[in-house]
């Protein structure tokens, strides 16, 4: 039976494909454009599907994926009981506040976030003290404060281009975000080879 | 329509699953009464206040309700706590051996608008014994439990939390860090446990043998020659001994193919105080069994004694039993008998003595009823006979004829 991957969509898959190959796995069917759904190498002893981030860990959690790749924001925001094995040196980025320069947040008055990530955003202000009204949003969370929806926002920077541009600035950061790999709790223990592999991902 | 009678989390099990749930069902009650198990049934509801307190169980996933009088009572959302009420209440020496087995309904992830609610379990539970042949035997009766269906595929992962808490005794971590580290080890999360040793400026050798800790599984005697090599304390060489009492135990049994190990358990959220272990089959993404000792609970209902069991979640079973084609299809032949009113006498007979082993249906001969039949799925492979004023017209052979 092969492993399988979930891999979360974008840049970070990227990567991941390019530590397969470095560690001698050729997708012959894949590349960016393809249609198909699931790849397989060419010796069939793993494949991979991409899915939107958040569902990651929800196809790991399940055994429906083996192991998966998804940076720790998402972990964060969807617990899944899974085992999070290592820590990649991939998709880094920080989890931070950012307003125009010029907001201020007074403890008394309520200050509307908008974010990605509302759980996290909620237990931030919570530690806090700091009344909040949240407002989920699926993409684009920059141009909240931009439109006046929102004081600020709690979303990944990574360089902080799309925040100057927008003329925001980062007000705080709540922590440090890598990839992780992930690896669902009965697969760990049945499947061969499995360990075999990590411990391959672990030394690169 | 199905939008505004369905429940999410709650299942209907048809016809289909029915016979062959009390199929499973009839199996497992067999095996562990010839154990020696006597077959106990806990009751659907439990006080509220009861769960007040517990670490073991989160009161936002309970489905709670009021009964008349304004008691606030919850569906049970565990078998083994009211198996160990009913053992505390009707036996009172802490010593006599009790063995309860049980298969019931418990009711719990109400916080999670799709999760399962509603799952069916079976399960046995050991009173009086403390003994590491007590966890033996009932490990032992797990791995039967799946043997018996004919799975060969699955391991029961072994674990023991005396290991892990012996060390973090030793820490003086409070509340809210232990449960942090137990997390990050109960996950095998190494890069934030080791980011957490180093904040907290855990010293050595604890700090090396915690981060050993999360790779502690696989085979049992690759895993306790490696506990016995990093046990720092009488209490961590014990539970070396104990483990490996069990491992032996199995191998009388021939069943030691079947363990594995992994230290990595841990008593976060649960109630268990010694082994702890669960069942996996090889491409059933989640665990179909648990359990472990729990020498504590029965404090908590006024008598102190030393227990060990496990549960198996039967609709998981159900289902890989299903998909691997495991289960036995026991479909009687169907007969169905179109008559008329004027022969009805003669149709009752026919069928009454075509029941003996076969199911037997009649149906009034009226236009299109043959096409209704031979229309609806649950009388496919049929067999159809008309029955005339002087002869039989065989309508549709069916697959059993």
């Known amino acids: ?204 | 329509m199905l939008a505004s009678y369905t429940i999410d989390g709650f299942e209907n099990i048809k016809y289909q699953g029915f016979g062959k749930l009390k199929f499973i069902e009839n199996r497992l009650s067999e095996l562990y009464e010839r154990y020696g198990y006597c077959q106990v049934e806990p009751p659907t509801f439990e006080n509220y206040d009861f769960y007040y307190d517990r670490q073991d169980v989160d009161r936002n996933e309970l489905f709670k309700l009021i009964s008349s009088t304004g008691k606030v009572l919850a569906l049970k959302p565990d078998a083994t706590l009211p198996v160990a009420r009913m053992a505390a209440i009707n036996h009172h020496d802490p010593q006599e051996i009790i063995k309860f087995s049980y298969q019931t309904n418990i009711y719990k992830d109400f916080s999670s608008p799709s999760a399962k609610k509603e799952t069916t379990q079976a399960g046995i539970e050991y009173f009086g014994g403390a003994g590491p042949a007590c966890e033996a035997e009932i490990i032992a009766l797990a791995m039967m439990s799946l043997l018996l269906f004919g799975i060969k595929d699955f391991k029961i992962d072994l674990g023991h939390v005396g290991f892990i808490t012996s060390l973090l005794d030793k820490l003086y971590l409070d509340g809210e860090e232990q449960a942090e580290i137990l997390g990050y080890i109960e996950n095998k999360n190494l890069g934030d446990l080791e980011n957490f040793i180093a904040a907290k400026k855990i010293p050595q050798p604890y700090a090396d043998i915690i981060m050993e800790l999360p790779r502690l599984y696989g085979s049992p005697k690759k895993v306790l020659e490696r506990m016995r090599s990093i046990s720092v304390s009488p209490r961590m060489e014990a539970v070396v001994g104990r483990l490996e009492n069990i491992y032996d135990y199995l191998k009388d049994l021939g069943l030691e193919e079947y363990l594995s190990f992994d230290i990595g358990f841990t008593n976060r959220m649960n109630y268990y105080t010694g082994t702890i272990f669960k069942g996996y089959i090889t491409g059933l993404g989640e665990p179909v069994i648990s359990g472990g000792r729990y020498d504590g609970l029965s404090a908590t209902f006024g008598i102190d004694r030393p227990a060990c069991g496990f549960s198996m979640d039967l609709i998981g079973l159900l289902d890989y039993l299903n998909q691997n084609a495991l289960l036995p299809e026991s479909e009687v032949p169907k007969f169905i008998l179109l008559y008329d009113e004027k022969n009805r006498k003669e149709a009752f007979k026919i069928c009454e003595a075509l029941r003996k082993d076969r199911s037997a249906e009649m149906f009034l001969n009226a236009p299109g009823i043959v096409e209704k039949i031979l229309k609806n799925p649950h009388y496919k492979g049929s067999q159809i006979v008309r029955l005339g004023e002087t002869s039989c017209e065989i309508v549709e052979r069916g697959d059993w004829s």
Do not use: W
Request: proline share 4%.
């Open chain 1, 1 to 204: 039976m092969s492993i399988r991957f979930a891999l979360a969509k974008g840049r970070v898959a990227n990567q991941v494909i390019d530590v397969f190959e470095k560690l001698g796995y050729v997708f012959p069917d894949y590349s960016k454009d393809s249609r198909k759904l699931v790849f397989t190498d060419k010796t069939g002893e793993i494949s991979f599907f991409l899915v939107k981030s958040p569902d990651v860990p929800v196809y790991v959690e399940k055994g429906t994926a083996d192991v998966g790749i998804v940076g720790r924001d998402i972990l964060l925001e969807h617990p899944a009981d899974v085992y999070e094995l290592l820590n990649l040196d991939i998709g880094k980025c920080r989890m931070c506040v950012a307003a125009y320069p010029e907001t201020s947040f007074n403890y008394d008055t309520k200050i509307v976030v908008a974010s990605k990530y509302p759980k996290i955003a909620q237990d931030y202000f919570n530690g806090l003290d700091q009344p909040t009204e949240m407002i989920y949003l699926g993409g684009s969370v920059e141009l909240a404060p931009v439109l006046g929806l929102a004081d600020c926002i709690v979303d990944i920077v990574e360089t902080g281009n799309t925040l100057k541009e927008n003329g925001l600035v980062v007000k705080d950061v709540l922590f440090d975000i890598s990839s992780r790999l992930i690896v669902n709790k009965v697969s760990l223990k049945t499947k061969e080879g499995l360990l075999e592999l990590i411990e391959k991902f672990e030394k690169i």
